[in-house]
């Protein structure tokens, strides 16, 4: 059972243009979600935040959007650099019980120069 | 560098052996993970460790898997009698506490179990 869905295994965007990632979960206890960027033989880097107390984050490039009553968050990078080409993975922590991380399958974006 | 610094970066043995992975988490930081990625599948939890409490072991995939830290910093996973399926790229991440906080991954373990 996913819990944490990303159904877009890729995405390819032109440079200067707006990236949209999107990550749907099922768990409502989740009350904090996160993206994360993962280069080949690296580990996940992260990204940014946001609570469900919030519907937007931003920070530079990067912003993530949540709403909560479709239990879907996006993330939109603008703009797209070719350095931004990485696999972008979704987590969800829940707000009591287990605190680690659940994590979607991830979307490898490819930002074409 | 200041980041979560795991050994080996690769290791390979054969089926039966005993292992142990390594991390070393970014000081200061009292919130210690391991998950592991298989080939073609997402990140799964295993472990996780908050302070001086008891660890929480419910991602653990049998009682061939177990993990320690030492100290509160450093961090020893260890599987007895390896099986393939337990090939993977073992990762440990921490953060400044349990909770809303962001986990900081180090560059992982590949184990690869022949």
């Known amino acids: 059972d996913q819990q944490v869905k990303q159904n877009s295994p890729s995405l390819s965007v032109q440079e200067g243009r707006i990236s949209i990632l999107n990550c749907d979960y099922t768990n409502s206890m989740f009350d904090y979600f996160l993206w994360y960027k993962k280069y080949p033989a690296e580990g996940p880097t992260f990204l940014i935040s946001?609570?469900?107390?919030?519907d937007k984050n931003e920070d530079g490039r990067f912003t993530v959007f949540l709403n909560k009553s479709a239990k879907h968050l996006s993330l939109h990078i603008v703009p797209s650099q070719p350095g931004d080409s990485a696999v972008y993975f979704c987590a969800a922590m829940m707000d009591t019980g287990r605190r680690a991380l659940t994590f979607g399958s991830g979307t490898r974006l490819q930002v074409q120069p | 560098g200041a980041g979560v610094s795991q050994s080996p970066s690769n290791k390979v043995t054969e089926k039966g052996k005993d292992v142990e992975l390594r991390c070393d988490p970014i000081s200061g930081h009292t919130a210690l993970y391991w998950y592991r990625q298989s080939l073609g599948q997402g990140l799964e939890f295993l472990i996780y460790?908050?302070?001086?409490?008891?660890?929480?072991k419910s991602g653990l995939p049998s009682d061939r898997f177990s993990a320690e830290r030492t100290g509160g910093s450093v961090s020893t996973l260890t599987i007895q009698r390896t099986q393939q399926e337990d090939s993977a790229v073992y990762l440990c991440?921490?953060?400044?506490?349990?909770?809303?906080?962001?986990?900081?991954f180090g560059d992982g373990t590949r184990l690869s179990i022949l």
């Open positions: 460790f908050q302070g001086n409490s008891a660890p929480d």
């Open positions: 946001i609570s469900s107390i919030k």
């Open positions: 991440a921490s953060s400044i506490s349990v909770g809303n906080q962001p986990q900081h």
